[in-house]
Structures are given as structure tokens and as C-alpha cells.
T-cell receptor, first 113, second 119 residues
Framework: QQQVKQSPQSLIVQKGGISIINCAYE??????FPWYQQFPGKGPALLIA?????SEKKEGRFTISFNKSAKQFSLHIMDSQPGDSATYFC????????????FGKGTKLTVNP | DVKVTQSSRYLVKRTGEKVFLECVQD?????MFWYRQDPGLGLRLIYF???????EKGDIPEGYSVSREKKERFSLILESASTNQTSMYLC??????????????????FGPGTRLTVL
């Protein structure tokens, strides 16, 4: 019930392509879904987040798509760049009940020039 | 900007040593967290704290303890380090009272991590 399943584990995309990372959850009480980006040697940093009252949120080249009925959400990176190469983590929390985030296991994205 | 700092970027210790990892945040956040990060396992919560002198176990607390004597500082203690505690350790902080907030940026902010090697 507390798991967040993330796929794929690794992803290789050509420069200019679209990167898509998917996450699924079971706990219907989750009401906050952030994505974190982590570069080698750094801590994860908040990239973009969504709440379930909207189905999509876009910030620049990054978009979260949220499907409440399917209990799935995904990160789309448009026009992927080599500088986007990093590990991406999805997460979820029930902010009405806990301050804790449940993280997916991460996706290592490589964008080839 | 939120700033979370960790006392060491790299640390090498011997089996059986007592190890202290320190974390300091400058945003007056109530919540602080310790995670370990291992390849293929993602981020796993060790301990967290809602307030000074308050702590709760996370998913993998065995072999670890924590201390929070001041609001801005959260310490992770390995009482007797073992080789299976070789890992990247990440500290995070967040504001309390996220229930009902509409802000998407009221979330956890991470430090740069401490790479601990236990020989």
C-alpha cells in the first residue's frame, strides 16, 4: 500500500527526443506527487510537483501527467538535452496524514548528444 | 533558498567505530529526515523528527540512532559501524503542517549527501 513503483530503471534518449518515466501507486490517500532530479554527487532536488486536483502540470520542458483513476503519474521531458542526464525519482505522500514521502527506486536517464 | 548542509562529503571509517553524521538546515523547518541511498534500492528512510527531541523510526532504523537537540540540527549516529552500512547518506528538511497547503514547493529539501565507506 505504501509502495511507489517506478519504471524504467534506466533510459537512454537521443538529444531532442522525449523522455518518459512512469510511476504507479496503490495508496489512494496520497495527495501530493513530486519529482526529484539528482545529478551525480549531489542530493536530490525538487523538479516539479502535482496535486490530484489537476491532470497535468507543465514547467518549461517538464510535464507531469496524472491519472487518478489508474493511480499513475508520469514525467515527460520534451526536447531532452544532455544536461538532463541525471537520476529521477518520483515520490508520493499523504500530506493530510504524514509528512513522509514514499519514493520510487529511481530512473537513470542518459541523453546522448 | 533552502539550505541543508551535511558535515562531511566523504567519510571513511573502520568496522566497530562510532560514527556521527551531522545535518544543519537554515530554513527553520520543523521536520528533518535521514535517508540512505543505495544503487537499485532508491531512497530508504532511516529516521525522521518532527520537532526538537522528537524522533520516529523510518523503514530501516536498525543499527542507527538519531539526536535532535536543536531545531536546525539533526544527527545520525552509527553506534558500531559495519561494512553493510557503506552507503550514501542524505539529510532532508521540510516545513511542518503540509496538510491543506496548496503550494507545490512545500516539500523536502535535501543536503548534498555524505558518502560513507566502512572498511
Amino acid at each position: 500500500q505504501q509502495q511507489v513503483k517506478q519504471s524504467p530503471q534506466s533510459l537512454i534518449v537521443q538529444k531532442g527526443g522525449i523522455s518518459i518515466i512512469n510511476c504507479a501507486y496503490e495508496n489512494t490517500a496520497f495527495d501530493y506527487f513530486p519529482w526529484y532530479q539528482q545529478f551525480p554527487g549531489k542530493g536530490p532536488a525538487l523538479l516539479i510537483a502535482i496535486r490530484p486536483d489537476v491532470s497535468e502540470k507543465k514547467e518549461g520542458r517538464f510535464t507531469i501527467s496524472f491519472n487518478k483513476s489508474a493511480k499513475q503519474f508520469s514525467l515527460h521531458i520534451m526536447d531532452s538535452q544532455p544536461g538532463d542526464s541525471a537520476t529521477y525519482f518520483c515520490a508520493a505522500s499523504n500530506q493530510g496524514g504524514s509528512e513522509k514521502l514514499v519514493f520510487g527506486k529511481g530512473t537513470k536517464l542518459t541523453v546522448n548528444p | 533558498d533552502v539550505k541543508v548542509t551535511q558535515s562531511s562529503r566523504y567519510l571513511v571509517k573502520r568496522t566497530g567505530e562510532k560514527v556521527f553524521l551531522e545535518c544543519v538546515q537554515d530554513m527553520d523547518h520543523e521536520n528533518m529526515f535521514w535517508y540512505r541511498q543505495d544503487p537499485g534500492l532508491g531512497l530508504r528512510l532511516i529516521y525522521f523528527s518532527y520537532d526538537v527531541k522528537m524522533k520516529e523510526k523510518g523503514d530501516i532504523p536498525e543499527g542507527y540512532s538519531v539526536s535532535r537537540e536543536k531545531k536546525e540540527r539533526f544527527s545520525l549516529i552509527l553506534e558500531s559501524a559495519s561494512t553493510n552500512q557503506t552507503s550514501m547518506y542524505l539529510c532532508a528538511s521540510s516545513p511542518w503542517g503540509l496538510a491543506g497547503t496548496t503550494s507545490s514547493t512545500d516539500t523536502q529539501y535535501f543536503g548534498p549527501g555524505t558518502r560513507l565507506t566502512v572498511l
